[in-house]
């Protein structure tokens, strides 16, 4: 999987529906662009824990996780448990969220 490569397809697959005259230009929106990703019908993530330290999506959902939440652990995921899971739930809820307003 890489995030790049879905957003690619993903506008390949609206400009080939442009071009058979399935739609036009200017009906191009984000919901058309979510919804030819690989994760059509799903709902963004509110929420990604990132583990082993790093601080990067290292090309995941970027489209996806553009209003989400990030928890960073230094824990590897074999190492991660319930309890470093209810930890990040808990810093979730204590924030703020504005979804790209201020």
């Known amino acids: 999987y890489g995030g790049r490569d879905e957003i690619i ?4 697959s609206i ?9 036009e230009i200017n009906e191009i929106d984000e919901k058309m662009v979510s919804n030819n990703l690989y994760t059509k019908g799903q709902p963004d993530p509110d929420l990604l824990i990132r583990t082993s330290g790093e601080l990067r999506l290292s090309n995941f959902l970027p489209w996806q996780l553009s209003y989400s ?10 190492e991660y448990s319930n309890s ?3 930890e990040a739930i808990i810093e979730y809820q204590k924030r703020t969220r ?5």
């Open 9 to 12: 397809k993903a506008i390949k």
């Open 15 to 23: 400009a080939s529906d442009v071009q058979n005259g399935k739609t």
């Open 69 to 78: 939440e990030f928890v960073f652990s230094p824990k590897y995921w074999p």
């Open 84 to 86: 470093d899971l209810i």
């Open 98 to 102: 504005k979804f790209g307003a201020n």
